[in-house]
């Protein structure tokens, strides 16, 4: 506990240096165009860039405000990552989990369903509790057995508003009457309603709101590219084309099928790359987890049979995605993390590797996890890029991801509301936490 309470005072003492930073001799990755801006330096002050340009200039413009100087020569600096599919853990974990998101250089996170009560968590945000965290989007989670009239739906949009949540997430659905409701209302109230693909149960049966409708109706954003597979891959060009032509988001969360059904399973999985980066005592951990769960499926053919069943079902859902990634249409990188293998904050990496293994460009790959983000909140000019008046929550890299997206790993700080943090003291932390 001494330890963890050191380092936690080293960590508060490096950000209380300066709300300012001058950050010097940088390549900027600025996303909003893919190129690399050579040997820039960066002001942010009071947690928003000032000012970017040659070290002398912005220096002179620096004058007289207080701030750090982070020479960072050599080294890369892009927006902070986004998490679009984030659980939240119960209340014991949330101040660890947020931490960890700041780890992995994640400076916003779309919270898709919690344990804890969202409401709580988001009053605690609000009155600091949380010393070190991520922007959070906090949602209002629909279920399945919930169904609203459309004066229901109406009330819903208000208090969604005033309660501070962002969006609706669409966990379940009860009935159809209910998606319009819900759907009609929040286009007058301007919120966004977003989440699984819409399916509700009648007479025991499984019925889709067909994809014409969901998308022509302003569903915001589809997880787990729901929806889709159960259309005939003839269907697929049509249904991307609609995708794209009402802009709706897709938070593929490949990796959540990758672990779920084992497809790295038997040796592959210890090539991902959160395994070269966390503590070995978590890697053991998931190693004994592991092979328990094996044994709990029926052992190690169970696993390969059920495995080579979900193949084809996964390919389809990465023939889609493909096809999302053609058409142009708009990706947000979802970790979704919660199984074996997957860790907070640092699994968007693993997202954004699979997405590379699959032919995704890294400058997609990137805007994905950071302005595509911002788009879906309708604030694509206020963060997820690097330029003059944007937000200076920003990651400074070893090497350049866009050279190979692996190197999304090699963050080195962490700038976010205003606050520099050292990762891989916060690592340290992490590890004093088994
Ligand atoms: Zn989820």
Redesign the pocket.
């Known amino acids: 506990m001494k330890k963890v309470l050191v380092i936690y005072f080293q960590i508060l003492a490096l950000s209380l240096i300066g709300q300012n930073y001058l950050i010097k001799d940088v390549n900027i990755i600025p996303i909003y165009k893919n190129e690399v801006l050579r040997k820039q330096s960066i002001l942010i002050e009071d947690g928003v860039i000032s000012q970017i340009g040659n070290y002398k200039e912005v220096k002179k413009l620096a004058s007289g405000n207080k701030h750090k100087v982070i020479n960072a020569k050599g080294n890369y600096v892009m927006p902070g990552l986004a998490d679009m ?1 984030v ?1 939240l853990a119960e209340d014991s974990l949330i101040s660890f989990q947020l931490q960890n998101y700041i780890a992995a250089g994640v400076t916003n996170i779309r919270v ?2 919690s344990k804890a009560n969202q409401l709580s968590v988001l009053a605690k945000k609000r009155d600091a509790k949380f010393p070190i965290s991520p922007n959070v989007f906090f949602s209002k989670v629909i279920k399945r057995d919930e169904s609203y009239s459309k004066n229901q739906a109406d009330s819903l949009m208000f208090t969604v508003k005033q309660s501070g949540f962002s969006f609706i997430k669409l966990f379940g659905l009860s009935d159809e009457n209910t998606f319009f409701n819900l759907m009609n209302s929040a286009k007058e109230h301007h919120v966004i309603v977003c989440g699984h693909y819409p399916i509700y149960r009648q007479f025991g049966k499984a019925v889709m709101i067909s994809m014409d409708t969901v998308l022509k109706y302003g569903y915001k954003s589809i ?2 590219l729901g929806g889709y597979t159960n259309y005939p891959e003839t269907e697929f060009e049509n249904l991307v084309s609609q995708t794209k032509k009402w802009n709706v988001f897709n938070c593929p ?1 490949i990796d ?1 099928d990758i672990i779920s059904y084992d497809l790295l399973y038997p040796d592959e999985y210890k090539n991902r790359l959160t395994y070269t980066i966390l503590p070995q005592s978590k890697i053991d951990d998931w190693e004994s987890e592991y092979e328990k769960a094996i044994e709990k499926a029926g052992g190690k053919e169970k696993v390969i049979e059920s495995r080579d069943k979900y193949k084809s079902t996964y390919d389809k859902k990465i023939k889609v995605l493909e096809m999302l990634y053609e058409s142009h249409c708009e990706l947000l990188i ?1 970790g ?1 993390a ?1 199984n074996t293998f997957q860790e907070e904050g640092y699994n968007v990496y693993e997202e954004m590797v699979n997405w590379s293994k699959i032919g995704i460009d890294n400058y997609t790959i990137l805007k994905s996890a950071t302005n595509n983000s911002a788009h879906f909140f309708e604030q694509d000019s206020e963060w997820g890029v690097i330029k003059k008046g944007a937000k200076g929550d920003i990651i400074i890299l070893d090497k350049n991801p866009l050279e190979d997206i692996k190197n999304i790993a090699t963050v080195k700080y962490t700038i976010c509301a205003g606050v520099l943090y050292a990762n891989s003291d916060l690592m340290k932390l992490k590890e004093y936490k088994n």
């Open positions: 599919h659980h898709m369903d997880e787990h969360t959540w979802g979704d919660g």
